[in-house]
């Protein structure tokens, strides 16, 4: 049975850091790309960042590009997001998801994600 735990998330002030951690039971985590999504509500879930199978390759949404960092340890099955310099639009819950792909290419595709977590709530206060 897959499943995807996230925990980490919490209330900080605008400016701090909070460190986002996914692990994966279940058979292929190293197989595939991994990403982050977020959600607000009343909007569409959308993409953060995500990572190719190998870590070798990452990719970032502009909202987010300089100050998250997302990385993998396919030995522990799982995939942190580093969160620094965080700002009150980052609120939202935050969610680690499985893609169907090995590499980066399509990972900002909601359709390619294969299995989602539970979710993780951050609140950033100004």
């Known amino acids: 049975q897959v499943q995807l735990v996230e925990t980490g998330g919490g209330l900080v002030q605008a400016g701090d850091s909070l460190r986002l951690s996914c692990v994966f039971s279940?058979?292929?985590?190293?197989?595939?790309?991994m990403t982050w999504f977020r959600q607000v509500p009343g909007e569409l879930r959308e993409f953060v960042a995500g990572?190719?199978?190998?870590?070798?390759?990452?990719g970032y949404a502009n909202s987010v590009k300089g100050r998250f960092t997302v990385s993998r340890d396919n030995a522990k099955n799982t995939v942190i997001l580093q969160m620094d310099s965080l700002k009150p639009e980052d609120t939202a819950v935050y969610y680690c998801?499985?893609?169907?792909?090995?590499?980066?290419?399509?990972?900002?595709?909601?359709?390619?994600?294969?299995?989602w977590g539970q979710g993780t709530q951050v609140t950033v206060s100004s």
């Open positions: 998801a499985r893609t169907m792909y090995t590499s980066t290419s399509y990972i900002t595709d909601r359709g390619g994600i294969v299995y």
């Open positions: 990572i190719s199978r190998d870590g070798g390759s990452t």
């Open positions: 279940g058979r292929s985590f190293s197989s595939y790309a």
